[in-house]
């Protein structure tokens, strides 16, 4: 059972380094993801889908548009 628990938290490690890549990467704010240092959203520049790899240099990003066929986004009020 050590070992089953051993290899999840090394899978658990490696989502969680894709996270942080991914969430740095984004220079906006959006949804639960807010970052201090730029605090207002950016469609212009981030109305994407982030896409990760994993690599065997580490996680790498890729980005994806999002197509709105239904509903634009908006701003949360909260």
Do not use: C, Q
């Not at 658990?12 to 990467?25: F, H, K, P, R, T």
């Not at 730029?38 to 065997?56: G, Q």
Request: hydrophobic share 40%; charged share 30%.
């Amino acid at each position: 059972m050590a070992l089953v628990h051993a290899l999840e938290l090394d899978f658990m490690l490696d989502v969680a380094e894709v996270i942080i890549v991914s969430a740095l990467a984004r220079t906006e704010s959006r949804g639960a993801h807010y970052r201090l240092d730029y605090p207002r959203r950016d469609d212009e520049n981030w109305l994407k889908h982030t896409l990760a790899y994993w690599t065997p240099e580490g996680p790498r990003l890729a980005y994806e548009p999002v197509v709105i066929t239904r509903w634009k986004p908006t701003a949360r009020k909260y």
